[in-house]
């Protein structure tokens, strides 16, 4: 059961709900989002009468929601979600395509990193300065110091930034440095401590689809993060592994229309990571965009065969800016547009 408050609720009117649910021995998780305070009543459901909570000031609607998760459902939130990141919308009519390279290296290629990006007509920004890398041996990125580069890099072009936190540790410093959109990488898609932390602010947060997670348990993880109340979530299929030797992940095309029918949060997907070669990455963007994404994640870098991370996928300044073109009439097929 999920009882959604009306917009300009009070504190009184909060814990009046929660008095009310705690009196027939149910238990109140109260997501404050920056739109919508939503509480949770947690315990034996069979107690409730809905007509009673519904009555009770501040309530806008009480819902059973079948669905293990709640606040991500779209049972309860018909509407598609709209995140406003620094002005640009993400799950709209508009298809954001974030364009970057793998890690932040140095401020020459952040620089012309940020150009191509911006030419390209791409409205946000990706890099990474703290790097989830399979070998312990391999570059871990350059830390805060990359922050600081890719904030200058960005700013000249006014891309909001998106970048991966690993370790909870360093929030306090990502809000510090003012990282416009939180990315949860795939292997911590449940990491439940860090989804937690992530859920007590109001930063947008791009939750990626673990390596092996159904999208149940995909759900579930977006799921921690709104209980905490933090509803900027964002989803990005990045490809599952599979058996298959031929390319680096299977891009999982069906989660698009399924999670687009469970959920009213935005979808994007990543093709760079899903397919993990430059020259496949425009057929399954183009895939992605037919299937109903939102929007992309695509790796770029200024000269792909010096990246320091991922070379094969990134695409060129110049090939970034071509698949954009051809997205641009996917997109009009679709009735949106980049
Ligand atoms: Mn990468």
């Known amino acids: 059961m999920i ?6 609720v009070t504190d009184e009117e909060i814990h009046g709900v929660e008095t009310k649910l705690k009196s027939l021995g149910l238990e109140a998780n109260i997501s404050r989002g920056v739109e919508r305070t939503i509480i949770g009543a947690i315990g034996d459901e069979r107690k ?19 669905k293990p998760y709640k606040i991500v459902a779209r049972e309860w939130h018909e509407a598609d979600t709209v995140i406003d990141i620094q002005g640009i919308p993400i799950g709209g009519h508009t298809i954001q395509v974030i364009g970057g390279p ?55 072009y006014k891309l909001p930034i998106v970048t991966e936190l690993m370790d909870v540790r360093r929030l306090d410093e990502f809000l510090e440095y003012g990282v416009d959109v939180i990315q949860i990488g795939t292997r911590n898609m449940q990491n439940f401590d860090l989804l937690k ?27 921690y993060i709104a209980a905490g109340g933090n509803h900027n979530i964002i989803l990005c299929e990045r490809g ?88 641009r009439g996917i997109a009009q097929v679709m009735g949106r547009e980049i």
């Open 3 to 8: 009882i959604i408050m009306h917009p300009h």
């Open 48 to 66: 409730i009468h809905k007509e009673s909570l519904q009555a009770l000031p501040g309530v806008d609607n009480v819902m059973r929601v079948v």
């Open 102 to 156: 793998c890690s932040v290296e140095t401020q020459s290629q952040m620089d012309f990193a940020a150009q191509g990006v911006a030419n390209a007509g791409c409205r946000l920004m990706r890099g990474g300065a703290f790097k989830p890398r399979t070998s312990p041996y391999s570059f871990q990125g350059k830390g805060l110091e990359g922050l600081k580069i890719f904030h200058q890099a960005a700013d000249k």
């Open 197 to 223: 932390e992530v859920g007590k602010i109001h930063t947008p947060v791009i939750l990626k689809r673990g390596l092996c997670a159904t999208l149940s348990e995909w759900l579930m993880s977006a799921e």
């Open 240 to 327: 599952v592994r599979s058996f298959e030797k031929a390319y680096r992940n299977m891009l999982d095309i069906t989660a698009i229309p399924v999670l687009k029918k469970e959920t009213h949060l935005p979808v994007i997907v990543d093709p760079s990571h899903a397919v993990g070669k430059a020259a496949l990455v425009p057929a399954l963007s183009k895939a992605a965009i037919a299937a109903g994404a939102d929007g992309l994640l695509i790796e770029m870098h200024p000269t792909p065969c010096e990246a320091w991370c991922d070379a094969d996928q990134a695409l060129t300044p110049d090939e970034l800016k071509k698949l954009m073109e051809e997205l």
